[in-house]
T-cell receptor, first 112, second 113 residues
Framework: SQQGEEDPQALSIQEGENATMNCSYK?????LQWYRQNSGRGLVHLIL?????REKHSGRLRVTLDTSKKSSSLLITASRAADTASYFC????????????FGAGTTVTVRA | KAGVTQTPRYLIKTRGQQVTLSCSPI?????VSWYQQTPGQGLQFLFE???????NKGNFPGRFSGRQFSNSRSEMNVSTLELGDSALYLC????????????FGPGTRLTVT
């Protein structure tokens, strides 16, 4: 079974708007990572946030982590057509765990 | 640095056949992981190798196997193919230390007819 669940499943926004997607997970984690996938291709790593961190930024991306609620959010600001992709959260359960557990993903469509 | 490469990119096989997929990690990376992606089950972890040793294994039948060579290149094999094995198989490499991000290859699209 999947560790993470993303919400919403799909999101359609206008270029320039912000996109927010959420990820909830079931068990305690070592870190949580977000990945992007374009049209059934390989995944691209976006950002990693550790369990003792609450917020991280990378360019137009902002990730938050709330371990008490077992949830994370990914915010993409000022979206562009090139941001159209599927976004996945993935968790690593412990420091000795090398298996990423992925959520089902959020499909984001950015309209020009 | 060159990225993770996977060969072949596309493959069509018949039920009952076997298949071998190959993955070359980023230079210097010693860990290789394999994932299966299907519309129904999403991304599922198959196994992970580090220095030729399997460290983690997912919940897949024994028909799925893998190995890693001394140069860190990895292969996965699926025997007695079933229709349900049709999927995108993704390989990812990392330095192998705990808690690091993984770098994915473009995947091998396997279709079983």
């Amino acid at each position: 079974s999947q560790q993470g669940e993303e919400d919403p499943q799909a999101l359609s926004i206008q270029e320039g708007e912000n996109a927010t997607m959420n990820c909830s997970y079931k068990t305690s984690i070592n870190n949580l990572q977000w990945y992007r996938q374009n049209s059934g291709r390989g995944l691209v790593h976006l950002i990693l946030i550790r369990s003792n961190e609450r917020e991280k930024h990378s360019g137009r991306l902002r990730v938050t982590l709330d371990t008490s609620k077992k949830s994370s959010s990914l915010l993409i600001t000022a979206s562009r057509a090139a941001d159209t992709a599927s976004y996945f959260c993935a968790t690593l359960l412990s420091s000795n765990d090398y298996k990423l557990s992925f959520g089902a993903g959020t499909t984001v469509t950015v309209r020009a | 640095k060159a990225g993770v490469t996977q060969t072949p990119r596309y493959l069509i096989k018949t039920r009952g056949q076997q298949v071998t997929l190959s993955c070359s990690p980023i230079s210097g990376h010693r860990s290789v992981s394999w994932y299966q992606q299907t519309p129904g089950q999403g991304l599922q972890f198959l196994f992970e190798y580090f220095s030729e040793t399997q460290r983690n294994k997912g919940n897949f039948p024994g028909r799925f196997s893998g190995r890693q060579f001394s140069n860190s290149r990895s292969e996965m094999n699926v025997s007695t193919l079933e229709l349900g094995d049709s999927a995108l198989y993704l390989c990812a490499s990392s330095q192998g230390t705990s808690g690091t991000e993984q770098y994915f290859g473009p995947g091998t699209r396997l279709t079983v007819t």
